[in-house]
């Protein structure tokens, strides 16, 4: 990778994070904006990506963001009613699309708000049970450690393919680096910082639970990643868009999180059903 490149690539990452960083700092409404935002992104990127165009299914489309959008805010009974009544409606379109292939158009609009609504949603409903917005900035300093991590360590070390048949560059050196990276991260926010992401249990101030958080964000983030990585190979594209400059699109960079926040809200939950 050139200098140029890598400037570009560092830049747009920056900027992205910085994003991210803001909104959960906002507070519950800001992190539900910006899940919005990505789902409305995503789900253009995924059609795209799943059908080849988006010329002939503007309809379909805009019923599938707003069904997203809708599961994006599902901490609320109200969305939820609505996301039925949009369900409803995408069905009856279907029957004046004049599809070729109508299961498989159902399909992707199935497909497109499961994969992508739920998982956002999830992603909100972490920052609205726990004691602290901040919480939801542990799980994506994770999500981005065990990138850095995985990448340093497979770059040096990699020797042993981790999913060739998907993705060939992942090893399972850096998959074990990433871990190691976040169990690190993890014993140094339990003992230095606990309070600042507080999750609202009581095991939120033991090193059991960060140790926990790490596991879980690292093996379903890996997982969502690979998921992603399925897709795209079965569509024969490199990236899901182009939006980010040297990232590709949104759902390049949100493919970890997508598995891993309703892996981390089960988590959440599990661990307070325990006390």
């Known amino acids: 990778m050139d200098l140029k490149k890598l400037l ?47 010329q002939g299914r503007i309809i379909p489309l805009l019923l599938d963001i707003a069904g997203t959008v809708c599961l994006c805010c599902s901490t609320s009974i109200y969305p939820i009613a609505f996301w039925i009544i949009v369900m409803i409606c995408r069905f009856v379109v279907e029957l004046y699309m004049k599809d070729e292939n109508p299961l498989r158009s159902l399909g992707v609009s199935a497909l497109s708000q499961l994969y992508i609504g739920i998982p956002l949603g999830c992603m909100v409903a972490i920052a609205d049970l726990s004691a602290r917005t901040e919480a939801l900035l542990a799980v994506f300093l994770f999500l981005w450690i065990n990138d850095t991590g995985a990448f340093l360590t497979g770059s040096l070390f990699g020797r042993h393919k981790l999913f060739e048949r998907i993705s060939p560059k992942k090893s399972w050196e850096g998959f074990i680096g990433g871990y190691l990276f976040n169990l690190i991260a993890a014993a140094l926010f339990a003992i230095y910082c606990p309070r600042f992401f ?50 590709g699109g949104i759902l390049d960079r949100i493919d970890s999180l ?17 006390l």
């Open 8 to 54: 570009t690539r560092t830049l747009s990452g920056v900027i992205y994070c910085a994003i991210i960083i803001l909104c959960i700092f906002g507070g519950t409404s800001a992190v539900t904006i910006m899940a919005s935002l990505f789902a409305v992104l995503a789900v253009i990127e995924f059609t795209k990506m799943t059908t080849g165009r988006l």
């Open 198 to 247: 507080e999750f609202g249990l009581y095991t939120s101030n033991s090193i059991g639970f960060w140790l926990g958080l790490a596991t879980v964000v690292t093996v379903f983030g890996t997982w969502g990643d690979l998921v992603e990585s399925l897709m795209k190979r079965t569509m024969h594209i490199k990236d899901s868009g182009h939006l980010i400059p040297g990232h």
């Open 258 to 274: 997508l598995l891993a926040a309703p892996a981390v809200l089960v988590y959440m939950l599990f661990t307070e059903m325990l």
